[in-house]
Each structure stands twice: as structure tokens, then as C-alpha cells.
């Protein structure tokens, strides 16, 4: 069965003509009605009665018409994805993101790409990095926004965007706040906003324990708007990385002694051939101005 063996069906059903239907689909009468003798002995009954010049439509072709109609708008639908595709429209791209990946910058990013893809659609997925590593290994994401820790690049391909420190959050009244930066020993005996999802978090911990540093964790919690409020609010300080921090009103400043950070990168899976939007994504994230 070909499509234009189910065009030619299809349009001398709506002419009752084999002449004007040949017209119609720019073919010669001849090779219309070769056409359709052809999807007649295929499907194993006649379509159309002939009656000299006139024609009707059987009634296996009356029960067979609405099945070949859904067949060419299906195909017509499927041709007009695949120019979709091509043009890089309406093919959603799958971007996985860490949760503690400061937004702002990264929307600039997206809303850059989309100013120059107009026809580009983008589905976003915020999880923890085991689970961002899984959805892309089983290709369920195209590609992931997250930290470049130890070990990734034995698994992933890494592409790096950019750096960022980490930087003391710290309430509007913090005694420490007039400090152009802040040692991790000026922290020892303040009260503290413990970041539960930062990927850092154990090193941190691990420096304050070698060091003397003592951290009193006043409110805890995974997500980062909540430590945000909660310094905000005066709980305590906490550990940000610098463009993380969108809250309006927090203090910021440099960590030093020790400084602490951090390494952005687009992690994809080495060997897997990019879709079109993807390998637009990835260039234009190569060449975007990241901070930094």
C-alpha cells in the first residue's frame, strides 16, 4: 500500500471522477487508475463500482474510506514533525538540572537560546545528582547542569560553563556583615543555616572539624529557598555558592581561608549522537558569556 495509491483513492472518492481526480493529483487518468486497481487487489475487494465513465463507491470502499483518511492525515502529521525537527521546532529538548544551581543565571542562558531559537521547546527537570546521573545514562534527559565532582568524567562527557566561589550568606544585622570577606575561623560559635543538599557540604564539614570550627545548625533543610528565608529571617549565616543566592536582602561575602569552589559544566553521555536542538543548545552554550 502507497500513499499515493490511498491519495488517488481518496480524491476520486470525493470527485466520483477518475478525470478529475487524475487533474486533481497531477497524474496521467492512466496510471491514477493503475493506482488504484493496485490498493484494490491489495485489500482484496473493489473500492468502486464503474459504470462506463461514472463511478461509485463500493461498499468495502464506503467502510475502508474513513481507516485511508486516517492513514494520510497521520502521515501528513508525522511529515510535518519530521520538518519540525529539522528546523529545530517543536522537538523538546530534556535539560536536567541540579537543584542547587543558581537559576538566574542559568535562565539568562535559556532565554538567550530561545531568542534565537524561537521555535525551540524546553522541558527542565530539577532532581538530586544520583538521580540527574540515571535519567541520563537511560536517556531520559539530553543532557544535565550540574557540579563536575570526582569521578564524572569516567562516566560522562563534561563541558564546562563556569566557575563560582562559595560566599557567606549572612541576615542584613550579622556583626560580620562590614567585612569585605570571612575566614572560616570568624564563623566558629555562630549560629548556622546547614545546607543538607549542597554537594560540598561534607568537605566544608570535614575543613570546620580539622580546623576547630565549631558550627551550631540552628534549621536544616534540602531545599534552598528555605535556607535563604531562614538567614534572612536571622536564624543564622550559611554557605552559598555566589550565584545561588537570589533572595533580595542577604549579605554575601567571599570565604576565605579556606577558599571553596566550584566547577559548572553540561554533562552528556559520550557516543550519543546529539538530536539537532541539543547540538544547537550545546554550541550556543559554549559560546554564551557565562559569569565568571
Not at 133 to 160: I, N, Q, Y
Amino acid at each position: 500500500m502507497e500513499m499515493s495509491q490511498i491519495r488517488y483513492v481518496l480524491t476520486a472518492a470525493r470527485t466520483l471522477n477518475f478525470t478529475k481526480a487524475a487533474e486533481e493529483c497531477d497524474v496521467s487518468q492512466p496510471a491514477l487508475t493503475k493506482g488504484i486497481k493496485a490498493l484494490e487487489e491489495e485489500l482484496g475487494a473493489p473500492v468502486f463500482h464503474r459504470e462506463g465513465r461514472r463511478i461509485l463507491l463500493s461498499e468495502f470502499g464506503r467502510s475502508m474510506l474513513p481507516h485511508l483518511e486516517h492513514i494520510l492525515e497521520e502521515t501528513e502529521a508525522t511529515r510535518v514533525l519530521a520538518r519540525n525537527f529539522r528546523l529545530l521546532e517543536k522537538t523538546p529538548i530534556r535539560l536536567g538540572v541540579m537543584a542547587t544551581i543558581g537559576h538566574v543565571r542559568l535562565a539568562r542562558f535559556l532565554a538567550a537560546f530561545k531568542h534565537d531559537h524561537p521555535g525551540m521547546e524546553l522541558a527542565v527537570r530539577e532532581a538530586p545528582v544520583s538521580e540527574l546521573e540515571s535519567l541520563l545514562a537511560e536517556d531520559e534527559l539530553d543532557a544535565v547542569v550540574m557540579t563536575a565532582g570526582d569521578g564524572l568524567r569516567d562516566r560522562f562527557r563534561v563541558h564546562p560553563l563556569y566557575s563560582e566561589r562559595y560566599v557567606v550568606v549572612l541576615p542584613p544585622e550579622h556583626r560580620l556583615r562590614r567585612k569585605n570577606a570571612i575566614t572560616l575561623a570568624e564563623l566558629s560559635g555562630q549560629d548556622y543555616v546547614d545546607r543538607l543538599a549542597c554537594e560540598l557540604r561534607e568537605m566544608v564539614m570535614s575543613v570546620c572539624d580539622s580546623k576547630g570550627v565549631e558550627l551550631y545548625a540552628r534549621f536544616r533543610s534540602e531545599r534552598e529557598d528555605w535556607v535563604q528565608a531562614m538567614v534572612l529571617a536571622g536564624i543564622g549565616f550559611a554557605f552559598m555558592p555566589e550565584y545561588s543566592v537570589t533572595l533580595p536582602g542577604l549579605v554575601q561575602r567571599p570565604l576565605t581561608e579556606p577558599e571553596v569552589s566550584r566547577e559548572v559544566a553540561m554533562i552528556t553521555v559520550p557516543g550519543r549522537r546529539f538530536s539537532p536542538p541539543v547540538e544547537a543548545m550545546m554550541r550556543a552554550a559554549r559560546s554564551f558569556a557565562w559569569p565568571g
